[in-house]
């Protein structure tokens, strides 16, 4: 699973990232999340990245990425937001005007710690739940 740019360099990059409805709006539903999943991680691989997790509540998501070397971060979630605002705008007609919030939260996740956070990431309903958040995976957003 590693990535070989030459045969001399080694690069092991993971991102967990972060962002918002506009205006916080709570339509994030569990249909649509789980389409908006299958999206993210099929964009994703359009720039050879890797989802290794990614779950959401009803105004935002997270979504963890193993990305190369060339990739910027910011192409790469630009690229992720347009490509699930087009697939909510398409098939979920009640949201035509369907949007996100401009900024995103970005952090580079150690490889020791990549397990922990998919498992963060993945059970974020129950995290939002039962208050369980943890704040350095839950930044700000406002724009």
Known sequence: MNWVATRHSHAELFVHLVWTTKEWAAILTRPLLASMSEQIR??????????????GVSDHVHVAV????DLTVSKLVQSLKAAASRMVRRDFEY???FAWQAGYGATSVSPEIVDRVNEYIANQESHHADNTIWPEFEPSLDD
């Open 42 to 55: 099929s964009t994703a691989q359009k720039y050879a990245a890797i989802v290794t997790a990614f779950g």
């Open 66 to 69: 193993r990305y190369r070397p």
């Open 95 to 97: 949201l035509p005007d």
